[in-house]
C-alpha cells in the first residue's frame, strides 16, 4: 500500500526518451518483471482504462436543432412573429411549415453520414501480453497500467506508449503518427536528447502503432489521453472547428438581407404613413408585405436540398459528406494541404529501380503490393529467365524474406515486414515465387535482421546430382555433390553488404557506394542483394560472412512508396482549377522531395521546409512563408495545426487531407477536412467532414468538381428567390408611391416565395453540371454570394419584372376591376413570370437556349408541377378562400404570358454583355 501513495504522475511530456531503462524504471515504481495482479488492479482505478477519450455522436435532436442556427432561420422566426401580432396566423403557419421541412430534410442527411462515418475507436481495443507476478499473460488493451512490462511481436499493435527494455531485430509502423512509410528500427539502449522529436525517438514505442518484424519487452510509460495518441485525440476535441466557405458567406448574405428588410420597411413607412396618410393598421400590412417578399422562405429548404443532392452525387464518386455544409466547401477551397504517406502515396513500398553490378539499369512498373508490372530496359520488357544476372537477383530477393505474399479468392494479401513483401512483389514479375524457390533451395537457417547487422541473411541447400561447375556472379565454383553444401542469400545496407563480397575490389567498392548515395538521393531505399555458396560445418552452423567475404555481389534494388495511381493527374488538375496543393509529412525531406519531383510540386532541396526550420520562422511570418512552400517535412501534428492557420491567415480557404492520427488536428482546423476512410484512423475520420472511401488523392478533385456545381446550383437558386423577392419589394414600393393599394396580400407573397416558388427552386438544386467548372480559378475567399454579377441580374430582372407587374396591377384597377381581381391576376403574372425566369437561373453566363429542358426533367417535372398547383388553387374553394383567387379568363392569360416573355430577351442580353465584358468567367 506504501507504494500506491507514491505512484509517480504522468504528464504526458516526460523524456523518456533520454533516460536509461533503469531510470524509467525507478520513476514508474515498476521492474524488470512488472507489476503485481494487486498493485496493477490499484493503478488501474487510480490512472483509469487505457482507453482514447473519444466524444460520444450527436444526439437526433440535437442535429434537429442545429438545423436552425443560421442567420437567415432567425429572420425567418422574426417574420413569423410579426405576422402573429398583426392579426395573420396564416402566414405564421406557412414559414412554420418551411421551417419544419428544412430541418427534417437537413436532419436526415446528416443523421445518416453520422451513422455511417462514425466508426468506433479501434486503436486501443488490442489484447496485450503483459507480466504480473512475473507471469506472462494475456490481457486486454484497456487494463493496461502505467509501470506494466508488455512482451511485443511481430505483428502486435502496440497498446500504450512504453520505454523499451530489451529489443530484437525491432522495426515498428509508426506512419498514423509521424507519416514515415518506412518501419522505424527501434534500439533499447538508443538514448536521445530530450527534445529529440518524435520520428526519431528509436526506445520509444508509441500506442497504436504496429510491430512490423522483431520482438521487444517494454515498460509503459503512458495511458489513455496521456499517450501521444491520446494527446492527439484530445487536441481534436478542444480545438475549434473551421467555418465551411459557405456559412461564412450565407452568414453575410443574411445579414444583407436584413439590411434591406430594414431600409424597406422604413422607406415604406415614410411614405405611406407621413406622405401617403395610411393608417398604421395598413402600413404594418406593407411592412409585412415587405418582409415577406424579402427574405427568401423557401431558401432554407432549397439550400438543405441542393446540398443534399449534392453529397448523393459525391458519395456515389468516392466521398462520404458528414456535414451538409461542407459539401460545397472542396468547391470552394483555393489551397489542399494533403499529407504524402496514404494518400498521394500507396504506403506500400514498392521496387522501382533495380541497377545491377555492371551498371545496367532497370525500371519496374507497378504500384504497392500486388504484383502486377513489369521489369523495363530501354522501353523493353524483360521477360522472365531472359536475363540471367537479373534472374538470380530476382531468386535472392524471395529467398532472404520471411514475408509471404499471395492470391486468394481472386485478391492478393500479404504479411510480415513491408521491405520484403516489395521484395517478394518485385520476384513476382519476373516469375520468381517465393513457395516455389524454396522447394528448389529448402530453407536451412536465417540471421534475422539487427539493427547492429544491418543486414539479414538465409541459407539454403544447394542440391546437384554430381560434381559441377556453376556459375555464381563472376566466379566457377566446383562443387562435390558429396559435400553439403549451402546457398547463402544477404541483404541490408549496401556498405554491410558491399564489404561482405569477394568480388569487388576497394575502388569498385567506392563507385558502387556512390552509385547507392545517388538512388537514396532521389529518395529511393536502397537494399544491396548479394549470394554465395559456402559450406557448412559438421554442426550446421553458418559460416562467418563477415570475415570470410564468402558471397558475390548481385545488385541493388531501390523502394519508394509510389505515388497512388491518378494522383499526379489529380495534383494537375488542381493546378488547373486555380488551386494550390502543399504537401505535409512527417517523412524524411529527401523522400518528400522525391515525391514532390513526381507531383511537380517542387524540384529544388531548397523548396522544402523542415520541421526544424518551422520552429525558427516567427509566428508573423507564416503566413508568408505558406504562400510560397510547397513541401513541408519532418513536421510534427503541432506543426501541421500551424501551417494550416497561417494558410487561413493568408486568406486561403484550406482543405487538408491525412489519414493518421497525427493529422487530425489539422482535419479539425481546416476549413474543410478530408479524411481517408479505408486506411484512415478513426481520429482523422472523426475530425473531419468529408471522408475518401478509396483513399485516392483524385477522388479529391472529383469531390471539387461536384462542390463547385453545389455551390453553383445554391446560387441558382439564390438569385431566382431573390431576383423574384426584389422584383416584389419594389413592387410594393411602386405601389405605396403611386398610392395604390396593396398590390399582393402577405400570405399571396408567402404563397408565391413558399409554394410555387418553392417548388421550382427545389427542383433548380437538382440541376446537373453545365461543365467547365474545374477550368475556373476559386472564387475569392472573401467574396460574397451577392458579388457584382449576382447583383447586376438581380437589380435586372427585378426592375422589368417589377414595372410590368406594377403597370398590369395599375392597368386592371383602371379597367375597374376589384381589389381582389387584380390581385388575382396578378398573382398569376407572377407565377408566369416564374415558370419562365426559371430558364435564366440555369446559368449564369450561358444562353438559355444552349440549355435543352431535357437535360433536366427534374427542373422541367418541377416547373411543370408549380404551374398546376397554381392552376388548382384558382379553382379549389378552400384555398380560393384562403388566397382569395378565382379563375381567369384565356385572353387575360394570353396577354399575361406575353408579360412574361418579355423577362428572356432582357436576361440574354445582359448574359451577352457580360461575357464580352468579363470573358475569363464566362467558362
Known sequence: MERSRTWPVIEGNEAWHAWPADKALDVLASHAEGLSQEEAAQRLRHYGPNELPRKPPPPLWQIFLRQFKSPLIYLLGIAAGISILTGHPTDAAFIGVVLLINAIIGTTQE????????????????????LRDGEATEVPGEDL???????????NRVPADARLLWAQGL????????????????????????????????????AGTLVARGRARAVVVATGSKTVVGQLALDVQQAPEGLPPLLQRMERFAWSIGLVVLVSCAIVGVLAYLIRGYTTGEVFLFAVALAVSAIPEGLPAALTVALAVATHRMARRGVIVRRLAAVEGLGSCTLIASDKTGTLTCNELTVKKVRLPDGSMFEVTGQGYTPVGEVV????????????????????????????????????????????????????????????????????GMIPFEPELRYSASFHLWRRASATTEMTGTVETELDAATEEWLVVVKGAPE?????????????????????????????????????????????????????HALNFLGYVGMIDPLRPGAKEAVAECHRAGITVCMITGDHPTTALAIARELGLAERPEQVVTGQQLEKVPAEQLPRLVQTARVFARVTPKQKLLIVEAAKAAGHIVAVTGDGANDAPALRAANIGVAMGRSGTDVAREAAELVITDDNFATIVAGVEEGRVAYDNVRKVIYLLISKGAAEVILVLLAVAAGLPLPLLPVQLLWLNAVTNGIQDVALAFEPNEGGVLRRKPRPPKEPILNRLMIERTVIAAIVMALIGFLAFRWMLELGWSEKSARNGLLMLAVLFENIHIGNCRSETKSAFVLSPLRSPILLIGTITAFLVHIFALFFPPLQAVLQTEPIKLQVFAIFVLCALTIVPVMELHKLSWRWRYPEEAV
Not at 528500427?185 to 536528447?193: E, F, H, N, V, Y
Not at 524483360?382 to 534472374?391: R, T
Not at 538512388?519 to 537494399?527: E, F, K, N, S
Open 111 to 130: 443523421w445518416k453520414a453520422e451513422e455511417s462515418a462514425h466508426a468506433l475507436q479501434r486503436l486501443l481495443r488490442i489484447r496485450a501480453t503483459v
Open 145 to 155: 497500467v502505467p509501470g506494466d512490462v508488455i512482451w511485443l511481436e511481430s505483428g
Open 171 to 206: 522495426e515498428v509502423d509508426e506512419s498514423l503518427l509521424t507519416g514515415e512509410s518506412v518501419p522505424v528500427s527501434k534500439d533499447a539502449d538508443w538514448l536521445g536528447r530530450p527534445d529529440t522529436v518524435l520520428a526519431d525517438r528509436h526506445n520509444m514505442v508509441f
Open 377 to 444: 530496359s530501354g522501353g523493353r520488357r524483360i521477360l522472365a529467365g531472359e536475363h540471367p544476372a537479373l534472374d538470380r537477383l530476382a531468386r535472392a530477393a524471395v529467398l532472404c524474406s520471411e514475408a509471404d505474399l499471395h492470391q486468394r479468392d481472386q485478391h492478393w494479401v500479404w504479411r510480415g515486414d513491408p521491405t520484403e513483401v516489395a521484395l517478394l512483389a518485385f520476384g513476382h514479375k519476373l516469375g520468381w515465387h517465393r513457395e516455389s524457390a524454396l522447394e528448389k533451395f529448402p530453407l536451412v
Open 496 to 548: 554491410r553488404v558491399l564489404f561482405m563480397c569477394r568480388d569487388l575490389d576497394e575502388s569498385r567498392r567506392t563507385a558502387l557506394i556512390q552509385s547507392a548515395e545517388q538512388l537514396a538521393a532521389q529518395g529511393y531505399r536502397v537494399l544491396a542483394l548479394a549470394e554465395g555458396i559456402v559450406a557448412a560445418d559438421g554442426a550446421g552452423v553458418p559460416p562467418a560472412l563477415e570475415s570470410d
